[in-house]
C-alpha cells in the first residue's frame, strides 16, 4: 500500500513539472515596441497616465488631457500632442501610421522617414522621404486645419490628391459631391452616386505663428 501510494505521488509530480514550462510560456511572443515617450505630462498610453521613459507600443492610444502634452517618438519621426488630443499609432516601414481622433498634432520626420496620418477620412504623409514639420487640428467631423513649416504634405481622399507646399496653411473643409445620376444597369432607370470632396480654404498669415509654435513643441532642452 505504502509503495503504490509512493508511485502515484511521483508520477502526480512528474505530469506536474512536465507542464509547468508549458503553463508558463507566453501565448504569444511579446510585441517589439513601436517608440517611446520622451515628455509626458497630463497624459495616457492607454489608460494610464504617463511619463517620460514609458514605452509604446503598435496600437495604443496616445492621449492628452485638458492641459495636458506628451512628446513621444515612434517609429522615428517625433510626435507632440497638444492639449486635449487622442491618436491611436501603428507601425511603418521607418515611420508609423496615426488616427487623429481629436485635438492636435505636431509631426517632425527627418530624411528617409514617413509617416501618414488620418483624419475626417483623409489621409497626410510625406511628398516622398524629405524632412517634414507640420501642424495637424481637427476641428471637427469634416473640417481639418493644416500647417507646414518644413516639406511638403500630400492630403488624399478617394481618388482626389492635394500637394501642400512648405510654408502654407489651410483650413480643409469635407462636403460632399451632388449626387450625379447615371444609367442604371440594363436601362432600368438612372441611380445617383455621390462621394465626398474636399474644399481648400488658405489661411493667410498663419504659417509663421505655426511655425514658431511648432518648433517650440518639438525642440526642448531634453530632446535627444
Not at 81 to 100: C, I, M
Amino acid at each position: 500500500m505504502h509503495t503504490l501510494l509512493k508511485t502515484g505521488l511521483i508520477l502526480a509530480l512528474g505530469v506536474a513539472l512536465a507542464g509547468a514550462p508549458i503553463m508558463a510560456a507566453p501565448a504569444t511572443p511579446a510585441t517589439a515596441p513601436l517608440g517611446v515617450v520622451l515628455q509626458a505630462d497630463g497624459a495616457k498610453v492607454g489608460a494610464d497616465l504617463t511619463s517620460g521613459g514609458a514605452t509604446i507600443y503598435d496600437g495604443d492610444r496616445l492621449q492628452t488631457l485638458g492641459g495636458g502634452t506628451m512628446r513621444v517618438t515612434v517609429g522615428g519621426p517625433q510626435l507632440y500632442l497638444r492639449s486635449a488630443t487622442s491618436t491611436q499609432v501603428h507601425g511603418l516601414p521607418n515611420g508609423f501610421s496615426a488616427d487623429l481622433n481629436e485635438g492636435t498634432v505636431v509631426i517632425s520626420s527627418a530624411q528617409g522617414q514617413t509617416f501618414q496620418l488620418l483624419a475626417d477620412g483623409a489621409t497626410i504623409r510625406p511628398v516622398g522621404s524629405q524632412p517634414v514639420v507640420a501642424q495637424v487640428t481637427r476641428i471637427s467631423a469634416n473640417v481639418l486645419q493644416l500647417s507646414s513649416t518644413r516639406g511638403a504634405l500630400e492630403v488624399t481622399m478617394g481618388d482626389e490628391v492635394k500637394t501642400m507646399e512648405a510654408g502654407s496653411s489651410y483650413r480643409m473643409e469635407i462636403a460632399p459631391d451632388a449626387a450625379p445620376s447615371e444609367p442604371g444597369p440594363q436601362g432600368n432607370g438612372p441611380y445617383h452616386t455621390a462621394r465626398n470632396h474636399f474644399i481648400w480654404i488658405a489661411i493667410i498669415g498663419v504659417s509663421a505663428a505655426a511655425g514658431i509654435g511648432v518648433w517650440r513643441a518639438l525642440v526642448s532642452p531634453s530632446a535627444p
